[in-house]
């Protein structure tokens, strides 16, 4: 899975660590809006839960929530990109 997350408290958008069925600790980029690098999946102690944590403010996010607001900052991101190569090649 390749969700992009974005912290509601502090804007961070580069690392997280995700509490699932396994626990994963990922970097993305937000250049490209895509994870870059991924620990392996390990078995998470509390099967139940469904978070991520951010590692800048330590704030505990619900997953889909957390995916909800990076879904809308990778589309808000590409707008702006497509909107910029539009103007440069208008320019041109």
């Known amino acids: ?4 997350f974005v912290c509601p408290r502090c804007g961070n958008d ?13 970097r993305q980029s937000p250049e490209i809006g895509r994870r870059v690098d ?7 102690l509390r099967q139940n839960d469904s978070y991520i944590e951010c590692k800048c403010c330590f704030q505990r996010i619900e997953y889909d929530s957390a995916a909800s607001t990076g879904r809308r900052y990778v589309q808000a991101t590409q707008r702006l990109l497509k909107a910029k190569r539009a103007t440069i090649n208008r320019i041109s």
């Open 1 to 4: 899975m390749n969700t992009f």
């Open 14 to 26: 580069k690392e997280f660590k995700i509490f699932t069925t396994h626990f994963q600790a990922i």
């Open 38 to 44: 991924e620990s392996d999946l390990l078995p998470s």
